[in-house]
């Protein structure tokens, strides 16, 4: 079945470093790719997303590029902040028939930023 | 704030029992998702409603069920409770459902503790 695949944390940064998060996939025909984030005590807010391949998502200075030939969607961001400390998941949106769909979702990468 | 709410925000309840979790989408949406967080198994769909009906399923136990009311709010039903189902329960809403790019918008969470 479809799934997947996040890096493992924690990862932990000093403000201002480069972020990247890796993520891969598999699934069958062409699903949609997103980056949710989880701050301490709340629910999953959606960071960017991406519907096809070659589109780029992006959102406070993160990105990430649907790569149909990699199955990839890693997250990037080019200086990160204290605030961006949270746990980060990486989901696919698959039709599960034609009348309904379901998010998959990898295990989730902590970052932990420090000044 | 997703515009999503769930009551209670936290539970604590025995083994064997059983237990309801409610929840109200986003203004305007119809379709309803129910997951499951926890530390083993990360975040696992359950199940989906649209507009009362059921949409898709996933790795929902048959001793939950959940259902969706006229008004949208969906109830998530829990017997027979086991120590193993101690989790974080999110619930979230998109407008519409058969559609792979729609984005799902979550709830804070619902703590289940089963002592």
């Known amino acids: 079945g479809d799934s997947v695949t996040q890096m493992e944390g924690p990862v932990t940064l000093s403000e201002e470093a480069f972020l990247t998060i890796n993520c891969t996939y598999t699934?069958?025909?062409?699903?949609?790719l997103f980056w949710y984030v989880q701050y301490p005590g709340e629910g999953l807010q959606l960071l960017l997303k991406a519907t096809k391949a070659d589109d780029k998502g992006s959102n406070k200075g993160f990105e990430a590029t649907y790569r149909k030939e990699t199955t990839s969607f890693h997250l990037e961001k080019g200086s990160v902040q204290v605030s961006d400390s949270a746990v980060y998941f990486c989901g696919l949106n698959q039709l599960a028939n034609q009348a309904g769909t379901a998010l998959i979702f990898g295990k989730g990468t902590t970052l932990s930023v420090s000044s | 704030d997703s515009g999503v709410t769930q009551t209670p925000k936290h539970l604590i309840t025995a083994t064997g029992q059983r237990v309801t979790l409610r929840c109200s989408p986003r203004s305007g949406d119809l379709s309803v998702y129910w997951y499951q967080q926890s530390l083993d198994q990360g975040l696992q769909f359950l199940i989906q409603?649209?507009?009362?009906?059921?949409?898709a399923k996933g790795n929902i136990l048959e001793r939950f069920s959940a259902q969706q009311f006229p008004d949208l709010h969906s109830e998530l039903n829990l017997s027979s409770l086991e120590l193993g189902d101690s989790a974080l329960y999110f619930c979230?809403?998109?407008?519409?459902?058969?559609?792979?790019?729609?984005?799902?918008?979550f709830g804070p969470g619902t703590r289940l503790t089963v002592l």
């Open positions: 409603y649209y507009n009362g009906e059921e949409r």
């Open positions: 979230a809403s998109s407008v519409i459902a058969g559609t792979s790019g729609g984005t799902q918008y």
């Open positions: 699934a069958t025909g062409y699903p949609s």
